[in-house]
């Protein structure tokens, strides 16, 4: 695959393609922490760069894409859906408009990022979903909302797979869960502020002669056209093109990534075609799409509705939206502590199943009381438990899929399993279960969350079956040792597959 970022191999820092320089981790070896990574002051420096310089500009886009796309939740209970003359079947029918585009575009996206590079196609998918999302406060029909959701979706829709395939070639694996959680932690800051900003921009009711959820639309929207612009110049494709970091710092981190895997010599023999297929039939694979999918409906049912959950707690108006916030800010918090840990230990898989208890123990909680207080309660275990399974998943799936063309099509696939779960839920809490107990639909995200706690323990199984066995392998002289240079894929002996 050609690049627009192909250029003679002068030095080992010179810009090379997106599917030659952003291989990440092809020699699957983990290091421990306190490995090279973190004992070299010098390297730990040119880290810190670019955690300065990168996570700011994609957490804070991610933030806007979960802000810019759930905000109709809150624009919901400020008047939209009286104003569009909106069924509660219609408004789930416009939530899963939005789903549609998103999902399907998710695999195309990540293959053309290879081509075109993330400084291209991120800053300007978000150009124009900022566009779509100032449009909806314009819109005075509901057929003129249904459009500007398609839209939306379209553009949105390769955002999350584009930015974790970013990291995950950008980081080291045991370095990836934290960069992941603090980008992930944007979509519960994003429900979060969602709540607060509402509270304030639709007391601007009347200004214009528009209705404050249409303020909410236009002044969220027109942010992130601005922060858009700004972020062509701010992103770097590869680390060895980072505008930020000198010569001594791009070859430093050129070796670093190189032991580690993510800059390769040279461009794979493997058929991209052939590869692709290979990631939809690897078990480890298939399990975490599955507890994708699981996720991917908790996670849309709390985004989506609820603050209209805590109106039917007995709460009401800007009182609503301040409701939400708190167990949002939690998610955030328990998000990065659980990251240190897990990047630390090197276990996603028990970060998933942790969190997953804790969701599964809130939703059980919310359906069996009668108690307004304590259901207000279980949300700060089901929010944080939910939101927090997001990094440790999409972190897994990065961790354990190579070369370059398989981990960015198992991204791609997760998230995509993702939205099909978003799909449901929209429907779920939608028009399918009744307010304010959603009996049907609280029972069912519990089953969904002993679904994921399987397919976790599955995937877990696995891929400690298979290290065992690559272990065998590799003492019984089967498998020659690959080059550094060269790159493996996650099946061969010579990968050891994080647990």
Known sequence: MSSKMD??????????????????????????????????????????????????????????????????GNARIAGLQQRLHMSDYQYSLALTITLIPYTLIEIPSNYLMMIVGPRVLLPLMALLWGITCTLQGVVTTYSGLIACRFFLGLFEGGLLPGITFYLATTYPRQMLQLRVSIMFSATSMASAFSGLLAAGIVKMDGVGGRPGWAWLFILEGLFTVLFAAGSFFLMPNTPSSAYFLNEDEKSLIAKAVLDEGLLTKGKS??????????????????????????????????????????????????????????????????????????????????????????AMVGFSVFL??????????????????????????????????????????????????????????????????????????????????????????????????????????????????????GSVANESAWFKYVL
């Open 7 to 72: 250029s003679p191999d002068h030095s080992p820092v010179e810009k090379k393609s997106i599917n030659d320089s952003l291989t990440s981790s092809e020699h699957g070896s983990v290091p421990s922490d306190g490995d090279v990574h973190h004992a070299n002051p010098a390297l730990r420096k040119v880290w810190r760069k670019m955690d300065l310089y990168v996570l700011p500009v994609v957490t804070i886009m991610y933030f806007l894409s979960s802000l810019d796309r759930s905000n109709v």
């Open 269 to 358: 023999k493997r058929s991209d075609f052939t590869e692709i297929c290979k990631t939809f039939v690897q078990p480890h694979v298939i399990f975490l799409a599955l507890a994708g999918f699981f996720g991917g409906a908790t996670l849309s049912a709390l985004s989506y509705f609820l603050p209209s959950i805590i109106v039917g707690l007995g709460y009401s108006g800007s009182k609503a939206q301040l409701m939400s916030v708190p167990p949002f800010a939690v998610a955030s918090v328990l998000s990065i502590i659980s990251a240190l840990w897990a990047d630390r230990y090197g276990h996603r898989g028990l970060t998933l199943i942790f969190f997953t208890i804790v």
């Open 368 to 485: 069996g009381s009668y108690v307004n207080h304590v259901r207000y309660g279980s949300l700060f275990l089901a929010v944080p438990g939910s939101f927090c399974t997001g990094p440790p998943l999409g972190t897994w799936m990065a961790n354990n899929a190579s070369p370059l063309i398989r981990r960015g099509t198992a991204l791609a696939l997760l998230t995509t399993m993702t939205n099909v779960g978003s799909i449901v839920a929209t429907w779920l809490l939608g028009s399918l279960s009744a307010p304010p107990r959603y009996t049907s639909a609280t029972i069912t995200l519990v089953v969904f969350q002993v679904a994921t706690l399987v397919c976790a323990g599955a995937t877990l199984v696995w891929l400690m079956s298979e290290n065992r066995r690559k272990e065998r392998v590799k003492e019984s002289g089967e498998e020659p040792r690959p080059e550094r240079e």
